[in-house]
């Protein structure tokens, strides 16, 4: 399937939203946009993933387009230059088919292979260029991915997001075990833990390649730039959990904000999906308020130097694909392959990963 398949304009597509899922505001006030290079972007990482063996060929053939992973980053990483929208389009790729690994081995109980599989992320993590022909090709395709991102920005920038995604790693150790052995975390925990292996902190971090600079610090924790980039990205945690809840009920999941409402305060599944969509109802709401302050931090930091005028406009520049970030994902979910449940043979086995022992062969 293709981004834009009904449509050439910036419009929304003419997909069909189940009204539970629907957001009349994101269809009217954030319209859809998506980065010139799509096309070539698609073509490449479909090529990468078949390069470094991530999916089976005929997984590929059959699938890759339709899960729409390039559309997601296409529609959020707007300015970015070619080099850096193809790393984060083929990153992103990774990460899915990561999370589809992490998922079979606690499918099929292979507590060894995600143990070793997760101290070799952390290496290749620290040292990318030694880990590029590792025998595990899923080890192998993170590093190449990072390779090429840290090229972008200073080594500073580089070890932030190396130690975020440090954490992502450790969080999805958690939920491993929180899987096997049947732990429903609470809601406040569950939300601390969503956060991270969402990967809300990476996502926000690859706003600054895409804007070609390293935001300072103080402007990066300033409250006025980091509560939109919160919110943006608590809102596509909370729609995904939306969106993907029937695929997780079916796969005995316990990771959705949805399963810990019913879980830990009582409320029936229709209650709990009510409650899960005013949430991200009101993220939305939130955004807009806190987008329009966040532009008029970047007015002020453009002070007539020329660094203040360099800032302003990648701050600008963030805040404006925090926004886009909020109909890609609506869109996504809606066009991928990937939550499209009720085409499945069996509900809680996705057709495209590949079930096969994991690891080296």
């Not at 972007?41 to 387009?65: C, F, G, I, N, S």
């Amino acid at each position: 399937m293709h981004a834009f398949s009904h449509s050439t304009t910036s419009t929304p597509t003419a997909v069909a939203v189940p009204p539970q899922l629907a957001l009349p505001v994101i269809e009217a006030e954030f319209p859809r946009q998506l980065h010139p290079y799509w096309p070539q972007l698609q073509e490449k990482t479909r090529l990468w993933l078949l390069e470094k063996r991530l999916m089976p060929a005929d997984k590929v053939r059959e699938y890759a387009d339709g899960l729409c992973y390039t559309d997601l980053m296409a529609g959020y990483y707007l300015g970015a230059s070619g080099e850096v929208i193809q790393a984060i389009c083929d990153y992103s790729a990774w990460f899915f088919v990561w999370d589809d690994r992490h998922d079979r081995d606690v499918v099929h109980g292979r507590t060894a292979d995600w143990r070793r599989l997760r101290f070799r992320l952390h290496a290749a993590l620290d040292a990318p260029l030694h880990h590029l022909h590792h025998p595990d090709t899923l080890v192998a395709g993170f590093a190449d991915s990072i390779a090429r991102t840290y090229t972008f920005l200073p080594g500073t920038w580089n070890r932030r997001f190396a130690r975020h995604f440090h954490e992502v790693i450790e969080a999805y150790d958690r939920e491993f075990r929180n899987r096997t052995s049947g732990y429903v975390p609470g809601v406040d925990e569950y939300l601390a833990l969503r956060r991270l292996t969402f990967a809300h902190w990476i996502w926000t971090d690859l706003l600054e390649p895409s804007a070609g600079i390293e935001l300072p610090d103080a402007v990066r924790k300033n409250p006025a730039y980091r509560r939109p980039a919160l919110l943006s990205q608590e809102f596509a945690a909370w729609y995904n959990d939306l969106c993907s809840l029937p695929k997780e009920i079916a796969g005995d999941e316990v990771h959705n904000l949805g399963i810990s409402l019913v879980t830990h305060e009582g409320m029936s599944l229709e209650q709990a999906v009510e409650e899960v969509r005013r949430r991200v109802e009101e993220c939305i709401s939130e955004f807009l308020v806190a987008e329009r302050t966040a532009l008029r931090f970047a007015e002020r930091l453009d002070d007539g130097t020329v660094r203040g005028k360099e800032i302003g406009a990648a701050v600008a520049a963030c805040i404006g694909n925090m926004r886009n970030w909020f109909s890609s994902v609506y869109w996504f979910h809606h066009e991928s392959g990937r939550y499209m449940v009720d085409s499945w043979d069996d509900r809680s086995t996705p057709p495209y990963v590949n079930n096969e022992a994991a690891g080296e062969k």
